[in-house]
């Protein structure tokens, strides 16, 4: 018998990804066969490694909100690749996403709503000027380039993550030009949706939350905004 954790409108699990061989192991095998020959195509061990702890982890944070086993998570995917609970578990409502980034994962799960999140490592990367220019929107771009350089880094990745999780949580991937909607990026600006195609932020529907989930980490998370 297994007991069913309620569901917040919102959560979030931030975790570290621990690959050490015995913990590998044991999360392998609570994944599906699919699953284990998805980390073998991976290149290199140690990102096979943290797939398996990764996605092992997420089957056990759905199967508490399940009140199933961790093994009996079915998972289906959408035409970009975004998993979502199969069929089987339609009742439950319950959506979720996933991204980590080197050893830090980030787990968010919502009541009947979509949702994104995306978490980057802050650095300095040589095109950051380039990647802006051709993928955030004209507006973003402009903050972007105020800012002082040494808030560049920050100021990208804060866009980079809001943008990706909103289109993660439409479900459209890189589908949807990132051009076609505008968000906040400056340091110590709230995370915001500003514009989405012609409509005004505050009237889109959709909410941005920012937070720091390891020390130099940034992550986003988006959502359907219930008003």
């Known amino acids: 018998m297994h007991t069913r954790k309620s569901v917040q ?16 192991r044991a999360s392998a095998a609570l994944l599906s066969d699919a699953e284990r020959y998805r980390a073998r ?50 009742d439950s409502d319950l959506h979720f996403n996933v991204s980590h980034c080197d050893d830090v994962a980030a787990y968010a799960f919502s009541c009947g709503q979509a949702i994104g999140i995306d978490v980057e490592a802050v650095r300095e990367i040589s095109d950051a000027d380039d990647i802006a220019a051709r993928y955030f929107s004209r507006h973003e771009n402009a903050t972007y380039r105020s800012l002082e350089p040494c808030d560049r880094p920050l100021g990208f990745f804060n866009c980079w993550t809001r943008k990706e999780a909103f289109v993660k949580a439409l479900g459209d991937g890189l589908s949807m030009p990132l051009d076609r909607f505008d968000v906040t990026l400056a340091p110590g ?39």
Not at 9 to 24: D, H, K
Not at 45 to 61: G, K
């Open 9 to 24: 409108p919102f959560e979030v699990v931030v975790t570290r990804l621990a690959a050490a061989p015995g913990a590998v």
């Open 41 to 90: 195509r991976f290149a290199f061990d140690r990102d096979a490694s943290r797939f398996i702890v990764a996605r092992a982890r997420l089957r056990e944070l759905l199967a508490a909100r399940l009140g199933v086993r961790a093994e009996a998570v079915e998972f289906e995917y959408g035409a970009y690749g975004k998993p979502a609970l199969s069929r089987r578990f339609a």
């Open 189 to 227: 600006e709230p995370a915001k949706v500003l514009r989405v195609e012609n409509t005004p932020g505050d009237s889109s529907g959709w909410r941005l939350d920012s937070f720091c989930p390891a020390a130099g980490y940034v992550a986003a998370f988006a959502s359907q905004d219930r008003g």
